[in-house]
């Protein structure tokens, strides 16, 4: 017990003054103040977060917007002549990127009128939502409902006006739409394993995604990972033997796609996006998929779990994860664009990524697009597809009938069967140079 009265001579009395009329305070009772800014009290959610207690409503917006502009500018994701998709899936990551997004294009718009000589354009913002009815019938019901309600969200944002587009995730098999929801159905029926049907999924999804933004002039993909995401998918990889891919999917940039990919929220964990709708009322739409079995599920309630034992388990995994050797495409290409600001360039040069020139390959996985090593190539080359594709996807997607390739090869994309003809061009120029190797001449080297 500490007394706070004004009146008081003793410095601090601990209740033996309390005759002389001094006040004495329950130290415990004393209100707390947010860590950030002092002045406010702190937010209360309840649900255990690392955070919780800690910032007020308004600082805790800004801590978790901060690290949303910081991953922005440090890796150069988005620039004044940039043309940015943003993936729209309806949940909380998605809604979240799409406002951060767009807070970003309404300052670069007051700036912009705001400015003289006007140098620095406003970039571009749309809006993509993939719709995945025909490989979940059970959606098909709420898909409807659930397009109004995406639609009447990108039209509630303030101005500059966002372009939408939804794309059915069978439009990748052609313009056909019967025909293409046709092949969809069959691809998929004939993957038995749950969770490489799952995996198939989730790559014919980026290639819709992709096909929106290459169609649509669109040079940069805004995808709504987290943390807490990421830190599922670096188990998941692990478990599926993927480790030589593992630190191409996990960092900020992946430009290995014709269109780059930019996690903004790489930083940002689930909790605290969903606390950010919860304050700012930001409306989520979750639709409701048949129930889950395979490993990318199981290892998702694990992470959860881990979560709630220890409130950085997700954050000490990513950063883990993180120290692996990355790719030469985990950053955007380098370009002479005046329109890119200098302060911008020079935090692309402090926390541009460094990796090993051993770490390129122009071989990918024509399933997943996983970057491929000299252990995923098969000793039989009977099958062209069976060759091109790393070992989890032989294991997981692939029919294990040789019968059967020819049957699955011809459902799939056309996209998917170029990066087959793609690699058994690499591999015949790969065996070609192999062959000939003593009679190149090094760059150290002249003809005599």
């Known amino acids: 017990m500490a007394c706070n009265s004004s009146g008081c001579e003793s410095g601090g009395c601990y209740g033996r003054e309390k005759d002389n009329g001094c006040k004495v305070v329950d130290v415990k009772e004393t209100v707390r103040l947010c860590v950030k800014c002092k002045s406010n009290e702190p937010m209360t959610f309840g649900d255990g977060g690392s955070d919780d207690g800690r910032f007020c409503a308004e600082c805790f917006r800004s801590n978790v917007y901060g690290k949303f502009r910081l991953a922005v500018t440090s890796h150069a994701m988005i620039t004044p002549s940039d043309n940015v998709l943003v993936a729209f899936s309806g949940g909380s990551s998605s809604r979240v990127a799409l406002q951060f997004v767009h807070e970003l294009q309404v ?93 198939l999924l989730l790559h014919l999804k980026m290639l819709s995604l992709q096909k929106v933004a290459s169609e649509n002039g669109y040079n940069r993909l805004v995808v709504g990972s987290c943390t807490s995401r990421l830190a599922s998918h670096v188990l998941t990889a692990t478990v599926k033997g993927r480790g030589y891919s593992l630190s191409a999917d996990i960092q900020h940039v992946d430009a290995r796609w014709k269109v780059p990919i930019v996690l903004p929220l790489r930083d940002c964990v689930w909790q605290e996006i969903t606390r950010l709708c919860h304050l700012d009322g930001l409306k989520t739409v979750e639709l409701a998929r048949h129930p889950q079995s395979g490993i990318n599920d199981l290892v998702s309630s694990f992470v959860a779990l881990l979560q709630e034992e220890n409130p950085s388990r997700e954050c ?49 996985c024509p399933i997943c697009n996983g970057p491929l090593n000299g252990s995923d190539s098969s000793e039989d080359e009977s099958d062209a597809l069976y060759d091109a594709c790393c070992s989890s996807c032989r294991f997981q997607i692939l029919p294990q009938e040789p019968s059967s390739l020819d049957h699955f090869g011809s459902l799939l994309p056309h996209h998917m069967i170029s990066q087959v003809k793609h690699h058994q061009k690499f591999d015949s120029q790969t065996y070609l140079r192999e062959k000939i190797k003593d009679c190149l001449l090094l760059d150290d080297e002249e003809a005599v």
């Not at 000589?117 to 009815?133: I, K, N, T, Y």
């Not at 500059?160 to 995730?169: M, S």
């Not at 950063?319 to 600001?341: G, H, M, Q, W």
């Open 107 to 199: 300052k670069a718009l007051k700036n912009y009128e705001a400015s003289r000589d006007r140098s620095l354009p406003v970039f571009g913002v749309g809006v993509a939502f993939v719709d995945e009815s025909a490989a979940y019938p059970s959606l098909s019901g709420g898909m409807s409902d659930a397009i109004a309600w995406v639609r009447s969200t990108v039209l509630s944002l303030s101005p500059p006006e966002k372009d939408l587009h939804v794309v059915p995730i069978e439009s990748v098999f052609g313009s056909d739409s019967v025909e293409a929801r046709d092949r969809l159905v069959k691809l998929l029926d004939s993957v038995s394993d749950e969770t490489g049907k799952e995996d």
């Open 316 to 364: 000490t995994i990513v950063r883990t994860a993180a120290k692996l050797t990355p790719f030469y495409f985990n950053k955007i290409p380098e370009t002479d664009d005046s329109c890119v600001p200098m302060a911008t360039q020079r935090r692309l040069k402090k926390f541009n990524l460094k990796y090993d020139g051993s770490m390129t390959t122009e071989a990918f």
